[in-house]
């Protein structure tokens, strides 16, 4: 669950006039600054002392626009005019800096109080307008992916970009489909499933058949001892099962076995010199290692990243951000009313009796995937994390405040 939180970014005068800001947001409970909308001068040095002597050195993020106002680029930054000023140097850094100045005409901003919540908006905002050199974060470029364990009578895995019902397993999210293309290839040659088409029909040898009749794997891969051929009547279902419970423990974090399998099967190839042998099963060992390693920190983040963070504003008024099984499950300020108080109370104890979930919508597995980059980055800040018990029981303790206050 994640919890819609209205954000108005107010009209503000700039130089060039009213600019109604980037919309509302789902991760900024009014928390952003305002967003002017500024006309760049085509001299640098003109541009450079526009910007030093508006836009504030606090995290945000910001966007370019062309001329039929259309954003063309969104960015983000610890420091907005540090960020900002470094597109209007003779030669930038990145090419691509120049290029997005030159297709610009107006420039925009808006700051934010922490650099976690400046991420998120960057990639709501992508999301929200798609510009044009924004490589990264598009619904439609470079999306995250999932290791899924198939709902057939021959179960495999399989990777999929949305959580799906034709599974009954689901892994992720995870980044690089290509890498993970590669390790759940790996999974079904490993743990010997099939990986030809659900339209392929499967019979196991403990089913009945009115003729007996020679059977012959459909492909090459019974023959080199990667799949236990259902296709072909040459495994039986308790055969079969018992490896797709091997390949879930993988999974699961629960049996780790196969990896050193795989490197003392590799080193005895290669000594044997069946090279061949040996750089395959290097391969797969590589693939699984790194499937391993990235479903640990998942497991880690859903297990650790459990609490509530305090973001302080220059207004005194904190950020209240909730994270349940390593998700951002809410954005609130704190409370200044029993009222107020008595909402986020709701959404303490929501919290708390949330269970993990695989999200359908593409923004909010990217929220995730951000989240967990952050926490992986900055580890004191778990560490900071104060527990949702403790804010139940602050939340109620202020709200008889209140309640005492008004009586």
């Avoid at 490993?190 to 012959?216: A, G, H, I, N, Y």
């Avoid at 609490?307 to 300020?333: C, D, K, N, T, Y």
């Amino acid at each position: 669950m994640f919890q819609d939180v209205e954000h108005n970014s107010p009209d503000v005068a700039g130089p060039t006039g009213d600019f109604s800001g980037f919309g509302s947001s789902r991760v900024l409970p009014a928390t952003a600054g305002a967003a002017p909308l500024i006309d760049l001068p085509r001299d640098l040095g003109e541009a450079r002392k526009l910007l030093r002597e508006f836009c504030p050195r606090v995290p945000g993020v910001y966007g370019w626009l062309n001329q039929d106002q259309q954003i063309v680029y969104i960015g983000k930054s610890k420091s907005l005019r540090h960020r900002l000023l470094s597109y209007f140097t003779k030669q930038p850094s990145d090419p691509k800096m120049g290029r997005i100045r030159r297709a610009a005409l107006k420039l925009t901003w808006e700051p934010i109080p922490h650099e976690l919540l400046a991420l998120l908006r960057e990639q709501e905002l992508i999301h929200r307008f798609r510009p044009e050199y924004n490589s990264q974060g598009q619904p439609t470029r470079l999306q995250p992916a999932f290791v899924c364990l198939s709902d057939s009578t021959a179960s495999h895995a399989f990777v999929a970009r949305r959580s799906t019902e034709k599974a009954h397993g689901v892994y992720g999210p995870i980044l690089g489909t290509k890498y993970l293309r590669e390790s759940v290839e790996s999974l079904n040659h490993v743990f010997k499933l099939r990986d030809c088409p659900d339209t392929t029909k499967f019979q196991f040898s403990s089913q009945l058949r009115l003729f007996e009749e020679p059977s012959r794997a459909k492909c090459i891969r019974h023959e080199l001892g990667s799949c236990l051929a259902p296709c072909a009547i040459l495994c039986s279902p308790s055969e079969y099962r018992e490896n797709l419970n091997k390949l879930r423990r993988f999974l699961d974090g629960q049996d780790r076995s196969t990896l050193s399998t795989l490197e003392q099967q590799m080193i005895v190839a290669g000594q044997a010199q069946n090279y061949e042998r040996a750089a395959i099963l290097r391969n797969h060992w590589h693939a699984l290692g790194r499937l391993d390693r990235q479903l640990h920190r998942l497991r880690m983040a859903r297990a650790k990243i459990n609490g509530v963070m305090q973001i302080p504003q220059r207004s005194g008024r904190e950020v209240w951000l909730v994270f349940r099984h390593g998700e951002l499950f809410a954005a609130m300020l704190e409370p200044r009313s029993a009222n107020q108080a008595a909402a986020a109370q709701v959404v303490i104890r929501e919290a708390q009796r949330s269970s993990p979930k695989i999200s359908a919508e593409i923004l909010d597995i990217y929220f995730q995937i951000i989240v967990q980059s952050w926490f992986s980055k900055n580890r004191n800040d778990i560490q900071q994390l104060r527990s949702l018990d403790d804010y139940a029981v602050k939340l109620e303790q202020m709200l008889q405040r209140y309640q005492r206050r008004a009586s």
